[in-house]
């Protein structure tokens, strides 16, 4: 097993792999930090349209 993690790492196709993870990991976070953000401007806006349905 560790004989084909040290290839992988050798080999440009598993650096590749490594590279297009990291960068689905970079976004992932980013995405996560930004809906996190949001969320509360969101909630307020719903619960801004129900009061005004309600009312």
């Known amino acids: 097993m560790l004989a084909k993690m040290k ?10 792999m490594i590279e297009y ?3 689905a990991a ?3 976070i980013v995405a996560i930090v930004a809906i ?15 009061t005004a349905l309600t009312a």
Request: aromatic letters at 10%.
């Open 7 to 16: 290839r992988l790492f050798r080999k440009e196709e598993g650096q590749d």
């Open 21 to 23: 993870a990291l960068l």
């Open 26 to 28: 970079f976004i992932s």
């Open 36 to 50: 996190k953000a949001i969320g509360p401007l969101v909630l307020a806006i719903y619960n801004n349209v129900v």
